[in-house]
């Protein structure tokens, strides 16, 4: 089992940068791959990104292609989320999720979520 905690969250202007982390306990965060994803109000929680274990793979939602970056440190049980030329549309809580299985990561039914950061872009 892992627990993840997310921080980084906060308020930006349009254009600017966030970097979110998540950090998730126990000794066995390399077994795990990870993933983004994002609640905007009124709308379902979506996938944003995903690394596999090693962080030799990345995937990433089309709307965040280019902009967002996925990477992790199993050193320090940590992955993060660094979001460049924020758009308003990216305001949302942010989640961490956790899963053995890359692809349940990827189809969005991970095992383990975090609790969420807010993130709001002002235009």
């Known amino acids: 089992q892992v627990q993840l905690v997310e921080s980084g969250g906060g308020s930006v202007q349009a254009g600017g940068s966030l970097r979110l982390s998540c950090a998730a306990s126990g000794r066995t965060f390399s077994t795990y791959a990870m993933g983004w994803f994002r609640q905007a109000p009124g709308k379902e929680r979506g996938f944003v990104a995903a690394i596999t274990r090693s962080g030799g793979i990345t995937y990433y939602a089309d709307s965040v292609k280019g902009r967002f970056t996925i990477s992790r440190d199993n050193a320090k049980n940590t992955v993060y989320l660094q979001m460049n030329s924020l758009k308003p549309e990216d305001t949302a809580v942010y989640y961490c999720?956790?899963?053995?299985?890359?692809?349940?990561?990827?189809?969005?039914?991970?095992?383990?979520w975090g609790q969420g950061t807010q993130v709001t872009v002002s235009s």
């Open positions: 999720a956790a899963d053995t299985s890359y692809a349940t990561v990827l189809a969005a039914r991970p095992s383990y």
